[in-house]
Each structure stands twice: as structure tokens, then as C-alpha cells.
């Protein structure tokens, strides 16, 4: 979950990404993965710390090790990729069912990343992380 420039154009450009999950190799809307799931889940990336861009073999590292910690504490975890409405950026991480909003934001910092992204029936949320 990508992003540069000032403050209020990071958080714009949050709540401007288009989430895609993918589940048995078919892609979702947020709103799609929620009634099959019917409970809240999240997307969190080890990818480009901080908003700095990152190689693809760097992000899909921190990305692999990220996946390592999750599965200790998640037994559904989906691919999850986060999209620029106006360009070509694309960022991978992962999506868990349910869980301890807590662990997440403390792997969200472990991986200095600014936010994750929380979706409940009601739509979806940003929580800082910093």
C-alpha cells in the first residue's frame, strides 16, 4: 500500500486503492469476499516500507517472511493486491480472516509499513499503523 507526496495525498491515495483478493485463483471485491466470509478481515503488505519503493524480489521476500508469521496465527490467508485507480501501481500482501487487530498493526510496524486495511460489513477502513 503504496504512496508519496505529503500526508493528506498518502492517505488519499489509501483510500483511492483499488483491493483485489484472490481466492481458488479468481479475483474478488472486498464486498464479494465479505459475503462469503461474512466476518471482518484484513490486508496487510511487507512491501516498500514507509511509502520507499522497493525491488520486486526485496517486496516478494518481506512479503514471504510476512506470510511465514501469519500462518502461525491465521488458518485462511488469501493473496491480496492493492491497485492505483490512476496508474499502473500494483502491491501484493495478504488477507486474513478475523484476528487480533492488535498483531496485525504490530507486524504492520515490524514491517514499517504506514497502514492496514480493515473490511467489515460496513465497508472498508485504514488504520494507521505509525
Known sequence: MGGSGSEASLWQS??????????????????????????DFYM?????????????????IRNQELHSLLIKDYQEILTG???????????????????????LILLAKKYEQNAIFKFTQEGREIIDCR
Not at 481458488?24 to 461474512?38: A, F, H, P, T, V
Open 81 to 103: 493486491i492493492g491497485k492505483d485507480s490512476t496508474s499502473t501501481w500494483t502491491e501484493e500482501g495478504w488477507v486474513v480472516r478475523g484476528g487480533e487487530e492488535e498483531k
Open 44 to 60: 496487510i503488505t511487507a512491501a516498500n516500507p514507509f511509502s520507499k519503493l522497493l525491488t520486486d524480489d526485496e517486496n516478494r
Open 14 to 39: 489509501y483510500k483511492e486503492t483499488i483491493v483485489e483478493m484472490v481466492l481458488k485463483e479468481k479475483s474478488l471485491s472486498d464486498r464479494q469476499l465479505y459475503e462469503i466470509w461474512k466476518t
